[in-house]
């Protein structure tokens, strides 16, 4: 007979991300951010190879990826509506972990499974983040997918990329919950 963790499905089935542009300081000291890292860490990772990194962003270097974001958008002829939502996402912000899928060599461990265990992380960091009370956010955006801001901005390798930038601070707001998925509309079952 399994043993429940009540309080665990509990926030599990009403956890909601905190929308980052409503996030602000204090953000998480050291110790408590490396605790957080340390329960993200423990995401499911077929082989025990570690195909992800964190790159921790305090405010000067969100700042700077700011810039690089500005620039990068101007020279790729992106939207300026779309490049200063990018830029934002960057200026605006006190705190990020850059989650960085770093998929290692193997003859066993797909690269793909490798890249769904940084997912993994992600999720996993946001709602460490949430648990511990703070407000959280996973975006991505047009950026985290420039190879050149990947490498300029966070010195990423050639085979790795951004599986996510999670933002951390104190909630100015609690957002309304959004629909959910039909969940009759989504499931199969097979065999019984």
Partial sequence: MP?????????????????????????????????????????????????????????????????????????????????????????????????????????????IEQVYSAGAVCLALLNAALAAGWGANWLSGWASHDRRFMAEGLGLADHETIAGLIHIGTETSTPPDRPRPDIDAITTWLGG
Avoid: C
């Fill in 3 to 111: 043993d429940p963790n009540p309080q665990a499905l509990t926030f599990l089935q009403t956890r909601r991300s905190r929308p980052a542009k409503t996030l602000t300081g204090p953000v998480p000291d050291n110790a408590t951010l490396r605790m957080l890292l340390t329960t993200a860490a423990r995401s499911p990772d077929h082989g025990k190879l570690e195909p992800w990194r964190f790159i921790v962003l305090r405010r000067a270097a969100l700042q700077r990826l700011a810039g690089l974001s500005a620039a990068r958008g101007a020279a790729l002829g992106i939207e300026a509506e779309k490049v200063e939502k990018g830029v934002r996402q960057y200026s605006d912000a006190d705190l990020a972990v850059a989650v960085v899928s770093s998929p290692k060599a193997s003859d066993k461990v797909p690269q």
